[in-house]
């Protein structure tokens, strides 16, 4: 038992608030049900790395709070999913946001808003449904994405989430 307590304390973030902290795990932020996918372009691909900003294409780019920094930035984008279960034990997708980044490879310059994407794993991991911004190829990408990654998990999914991921 006490190898399965070390290993959920591991897939905890311990929240820093002004409340009274009463043990380890008070006020934890429970990130085991949280994926991230990066959209670059009409690509979307899984990548764990980018909960800890150090995706494939966030490493060696050095990021600005400052649009005009990255003058020939590509949009790309983070998207937080989070998965949960409905009444019948069934998983489905349910929160999922958008964070979005320019990416200059070859100057190795970015453009991304931290707090904006801290905000949104947030949001995605109290089950909100945040897709503004996405244009209908990289909407295409990401329904793509998560019907592949489980189509039994798209199917329990909510029709606002699969309705905005129409194109």
């Known amino acids: ?87 019948q034990d069934n998983k489905f997708y349910a929160g999922v946001t958008v964070c979005e980044m320019a990416i200059d490879s070859e100057a190795r310059r970015g453009f991304k808003i931290l707090a904006d994407h801290v905000n949104r794993m947030d949001y995605a991991l109290k089950g909100r449904l945040m897709l503004d911004g996405l244009d209908d190829v990289e909407k295409a990408a990401l329904r793509k994405v998560l019907i592949d990654n489980s189509p039994d998990m798209w199917e329990h999914s909510s029709d606002t989430l699969k309705n905005g991921l129409q194109s």
């Open 1 to 87: 038992m006490e190898q399965q307590d070390a290993k959920k304390k591991l897939n905890a973030l311990t929240v820093v608030s002004n409340k009274e902290h009463k043990g380890f795990g008070a006020g934890a932020l429970d990130l085991s049900k949280l994926s991230s996918v990066i959209i670059d372009g009409a690509e979307a691909y899984i990548d764990m790395g980018a909960i800890h900003a150090k995706s494939k294409i966030e490493k060696g780019i050095k990021f600005t709070t400052n649009r005009e920094d990255t003058p020939n930035g590509r949009k790309c984008w983070i998207v937080w999913v989070v998965v949960g279960r409905d009444e």
